[in-house]
């Protein structure tokens, strides 16, 4: 728990000292409303959610620019405490993504809101898949590809989003496949695999 109220204490002092200017810059030029910056059902069913990767050990940065900037939190899955992390896919630019981001646990818990590499990030399946269908566009009426083989306990890469589509890449016998999924075949939830 101090670990949480010392990252917002420190998000806080960030916005002072840099005039507030990563949040209302990046809010206006999205069209978030600055009272909603913090509000998770604001993001819920608007942007794809995805969470920080619970395979991934070391820290993740965020910053208040996608080319680096100031650092505004330094993020890190603590399976012991609990501690996981859920983002809202807001803007990409090349590797990076802006994303409003949230304890995973406590949904109304506002962490940061700022730049994350997409190498962090990760989703589950919503449910065990055979075949699992990965499409070669963000459209359902696109070429797709089968796997077989997949499990809803297998965490998946996010290499891109395109509205509620999220670009995946996933392991399956030693072989790295990558292709679009629909918001159908998501599950965002760190605590459990879905069906």
Do not use: H
């Amino acid at each position: 728990m101090k670990k949480k109220i010392l990252m917002i204490v420190t998000f806080l002092l960030t916005l002072a000292t840099n005039g507030g200017q990563c949040v209302t810059s990046y809010s206006q030029g999205l069209g978030v409303p600055l009272f909603e910056l913090g509000k998770y059902d604001y993001y819920n069913g608007k942007y794809p959610q995805v969470f920080i990767n619970i395979d991934y050990k070391g820290t993740v940065p965020v910053f208040s620019k996608p080319d680096g900037g100031v650092l505004i939190a330094n993020l890190r899955n603590n399976q012991k405490e609990g501690i996981y992390y859920n983002l809202f896919l807001l803007r990409k630019r090349q590797d990076k993504f802006l994303a409003a981001i949230f304890d995973a646990s406590e949904e109304d818990l506002f962490i940061a809101y700022g730049w994350v590499d997409k190498k962090y990030l990760g989703i589950y399946l919503k449910k065990d898949y055979s075949p699992l269908l990965l499409y070669d566009e963000p459209d359902i009426n696109s070429k797709i590809s089968e796997l077989y083989n997949c499990n809803s306990n297998q965490v998946l890469g996010i290499s891109d989003y395109s509205k509620k589509w999220l670009k995946v890449t996933i392991m399956i016998g030693g072989v790295l496949y990558s292709g679009w999924i629909p918001e159908d075949f998501q599950w965002p939830n760190v605590w459990t695999t879905c069906c």
